[in-house]
């Protein structure tokens, strides 16, 4: 794609990319941004290209470590990058201003909603063009450039427009690292005629991006541990629960070895699905109240302890607010809050933090587990198709098991797929 000729919003043509060393542009904003996306992990950015982002798209492209993945329209290059940083941590989409951004916005709410960094791009106005009280293309018909960016303000945990170069590299920086701080998505708007204009501020490569580690208050730390081993260890038959705030706090590890430590069964909810090895020797299903998977609500509901660890309690994953499940018994563990029955709260306490530091002062318990075994039956083998008879569900989703392996990705819509796809029994993940 040659844009280097692009026009800007009021007819001046769009800066060319500055000259290329080595194959990717220098002490530009686009060189800026594009090598700020590699460095975070986004190195496959999903766009759709417009007039206000043309020369944008032309600095990531030459980008040689970035891959510009065009899509049909703004909505899957949004879900596009949700399912990627579902995958890879981060995801970025770029699409033009107004048009663009308003039909992106599905996406990123729902990214908000399941705590997703994605970064979402924009090509803005021509930065002449703000403070003139002319009517653009691309808008509503009003001389307010902000309707896009009020839209975004409700579903993006930071908002950058970027319309001068000289804190460009703030805003553009702040928004990034806070995106991914909060694992939630945040809305950039770059000004078409600015991606390549030299500045100074952008007079060499990146210093290479870096957000400072998160590190638990120690002595909440400590007290949370302390009060939760009591609280467990005095208990019978504790069970473990993982919920969809797992990945968010990128606690996978340290959950198995809480599991591996304890010997405690290990339940899923369904909104965490896939977050926990079901091929785990603990693993007993998707405990959803009175629709759980077979023989896990009856341990769940039984425990005289259970450990929620990244839990949603909404109506959907607790059947209508139906679960069976009292707060006196439940440890609530949250990405940075540690909550014991209805006991202390102790909050700046991470949970891979705390879920290491617990497995090592539990003692093992596997009553709950071995409870489990004792009354499981296997689930029958669904009876063969006539032949000419109507399609069962029980019989399309044999097949769709039979169908996995270590290297799928299943992606089941809310309804009948969603509730089915919870009797899936994932195979270990090869990734």
Request: contains cysteine.
């Amino acid at each position: 794609m040659d844009t280097a000729n692009a026009m800007g919003s009021t007819g001046q043509p769009g800066s060319a990319p500055a000259p290329v060393r080595g194959g990717a542009s220098v002490g530009t904003l686009g060189r800026h941004l594009a090598r700020r996306l590699v460095e975070i992990g986004a190195k496959d950015v999903f766009s759709v290209p417009g007039d206000f982002n043309l020369t944008l798209l032309d600095h990531l492209i030459a980008e040689p470590e970035l891959n510009l993945v065009g899509c049909c329209n703004e909505l899957n290059a949004g879900y596009a990058a949700d399912g990627y940083a579902r995958s890879r941590g981060v995801g970025a989409c770029v699409v033009t201003f107004t048009v663009g951004g308003l039909s992106v916005l599905n996406a990123i709410a729902g990214a908000y909603s399941e705590n997703l960094p994605v970064i979402c791009i924009v090509g803005g106005p021509n930065s002449n063009d703000y403070g003139t009280n002319r009517i653009l293309h691309h808008t509503i018909g009003l001389p307010d450039f902000t309707q896009e960016l009020r839209c975004f303000q409700a579903i993006t945990c930071s908002q950058a427009v970027v319309n001068n170069l000289g804190d460009a590299h703030e805003l553009i920086d702040t928004a990034i690292s806070t995106a991914l701080k909060e694992s939630k998505p945040v809305y950039i708007s770059i000004s078409c005629n600015l991606p390549g204009i030299p500045h100074p501020t952008f007079a060499r490569d990146p210093v290479p991006f870096f957000l400072a580690p998160k590190v638990s208050n120690q002595l909440g730390l400590e007290a949370a541990v302390e009060a939760t081993a009591d609280f467990l260890n005095k208990a019978v038959k504790p069970v473990l629960v993982g919920g969809p705030n797992i990945r968010v706090a990128k606690a996978q590890k340290a959950f198995i070895e809480l599991a591996d430590a304890t010997g405690y069964p290990i339940a899923i909810m369904p909104s965490g699905k896939g977050l926990v090895p079901e091929h785990h020797p603990h693993f007993i299903g998707t405990y959803w109240g009175a629709v759980s998977s077979s023989f896990c609500g009856e341990i769940v509901e039984s425990a005289d302890a259970y450990v929620f660890v990244g839990p949603i309690f909404n109506d959907y994953s607790s059947v209508g607010y139906s679960l069976l499940i009292k707060k006196e018994k439940a440890i609530i563990v949250q990405p940075h809050r540690v909550t014991v029955g209805n006991g202390p709260s102790l909050g700046w306490v991470f949970m891979a933090d705390f879920l290491s530091a617990l497995a090592k002062k539990l003692r093992k318990n596997t009553t709950a587990l071995e409870n489990y075994r004792r009354i499981y039956v296997p689930p029958g083998i669904p009876v063969k198709r006539a032949q000419n008879e109507p399609l069962r569900v029980n019989v399309l989703f044999k097949h769709i098991q039979d169908m996995l392996s270590g290297d799928t990705a299943v992606i089941a819509e809310t309804g009948d797929s969603w509730f089915n796809c919870q009797k899936l029994r994932l195979p270990e993940n090869c990734g």
